[in-house]
């Protein structure tokens, strides 16, 4: 129990556009959804924070217009980088929260932005 | 601000050995602290998790401690085998409301036959 997935686990995309990824809890509902993003050799650095049906929770520095999240329901939340440049290229990783203590990570999405 | 550090930052083993691996935090007000496993390209993997008033947790060859008034965690793997190689990350719970994780940058642990 307690899945996890990520959609797509791969993406490659032109610098401009907009990329899509979602997360899903298959087997349980969430409530509270996170998005990290990881660079090479280093650590998550948690993104937002969002709870269904609510606005997500940036953490400072991240350009909520940017990274436009949406948690539409217990299971599915989205996260869109708009208008992509290279620099977004990184490793994106959601987690679903059951309760205040424990979180359940997704596979991670590969986005590149050429 | 919590800190989270991890030490080493890589480390490369023979085959065989016992090791162990170290996290720092400098905000000892913790709820609770986990050690995760990550493989190249993958998600996280939750290996132990700690709550703020035990001192350890064992599953199979793993050990974690958590000292939480000096605010250090150590993960002790036995007899160390090549699968185990991977990367280390160490996570502590603020014990908020939303749950916020912070991380450590990690431990790549290589084992070799």
Known sequence: GAVVSQHPSRVICKS?????????SLDFQATTMFWYRQFPKQSLMLMATSNEGSKATYEQGVEKDKFLINHASLTL????????????????????????????????TRLTVL | KQEVTQIPAALSVPEGENLVLNCSFTDSAIYNLQWFRQDPGKGLTSLLLIQSSQREQTSGRLNASLDKSSGRSTLYIAASQPGDSATYLCAVFDGTSYGKLTFGQGTILTVHP
Request: with cysteine; glycine share 12%; aromatic share 10%.
């Open chain 1, 16 to 24: 401009g556009t907009s990329v899509k990824i979602e997360c899903r």
């Open chain 1, 77 to 108: 939340s989205t996260l869109t980088v708009t208008s992509a440049h290279p620099e977004d290229s990184s490793f994106y990783i959601c987690s679903a929260g059951v309760g205040s203590d424990t979180q359940y990570f997704g596979p991670g």
